[in-house]
């Protein structure tokens, strides 16, 4: 079990969470149960490749229940996130990734898919998910560059 971290308040947008993995590869996530963390539940990083996180349950996170950011070839698959302060999965600036078969409900966002100066994003996958959003949603899954120079057909979204 993952749970309760960051009470310290360390920085949950660049530094803590719930687990924080950089620099990986062949990297497997599975079955976990993680809560009530200051940050992102579950975050890959800086370099992160061929990796696959599945059958995790994730609820409460401060942040993403579930954040990909600079990585390659990550399969999420058959996740439960709920309740996260921001998005289900975040999908930031990496490539090859599958998102499928999860159950995101009442995030702030179900998937954001989000590309940006650091790396391009391209080939995401999203299908076969379970979206519910909170009342207060103004859309599931958002697809953005904040460089705002691409578009979801650019990236292969």
Same mark, same amino acid.
């Given at each position: 079990?993952? +749970?309760?971290?960051? %009470?310290?308040?360390?920085? @949950?947008? +660049?530094? @803590?969470?719930? !687990?924080?993995?950089? $620099?990986?590869?062949? &990297?497997?996530?599975?079955?976990?149960?993680?809560?009530?963390?200051?940050?992102?539940?579950?975050?890959? =990083? !800086?370099?992160? %490749?061929?990796?696959?996180?599945?059958? /995790?349950?994730v609820?409460?996170?401060?942040?993403?229940?579930?954040?990909?950011? !600079?990585?390659? =070839?990550?399969?999420?698959?058959?996740?439960?996130?709920?309740?996260?302060? $921001?998005?289900?999965?975040?999908? &930031? $600036?990496?490539?090859?990734? =599958? #998102?499928?078969?999860? +159950? &995101?409900?009442?995030?702030?966002?179900?998937?954001?898919?989000?590309?940006?100066?650091?790396?391009?994003?391209?080939? #995401?996958?999203?299908? /076969? /998910?379970?979206?519910?959003g909170?009342?207060?949603?103004?859309? !599931?899954? @958002?697809?953005?560059?904040?460089?705002?120079?691409?578009?979801?057909?650019?990236?292969?979204?």
């Amino acid at each position: 079990m993952i +749970h309760d971290n960051n %009470r310290e308040y360390v920085d @949950a947008w +660049h530094s @803590a969470g719930g !687990l924080k993995v950089t $620099e990986s590869q062949g &990297l497997e996530i599975r079955g976990n149960d993680v809560r009530r963390n200051d940050g992102p539940g579950i975050w890959t =990083d !800086l370099d992160v %490749r061929d990796a696959v996180i599945a059958g /995790n349950v994730v609820l409460d996170s401060m942040r993403s229940g579930i954040e990909i950011e !600079l990585s390659t =070839d990550v399969i999420t698959v058959d996740n439960v996130v709920a309740r996260s302060g $921001e998005q289900g999965v975040w999908v &930031l $600036e990496s490539s090859r990734v =599958d #998102v499928f078969h999860n +159950h &995101l409900s009442d995030n702030e966002r179900a998937v954001w898919v989000l590309d940006g100066p650091r790396a391009d994003l391209v080939d #995401v996958r999203i299908g /076969n /998910n379970v979206l519910v959003g909170p009342s207060t949603a103004g859309v !599931l899954v @958002a697809v953005d560059d904040w460089t705002e120079n691409r578009n979801a057909v650019d990236m292969r979204v």
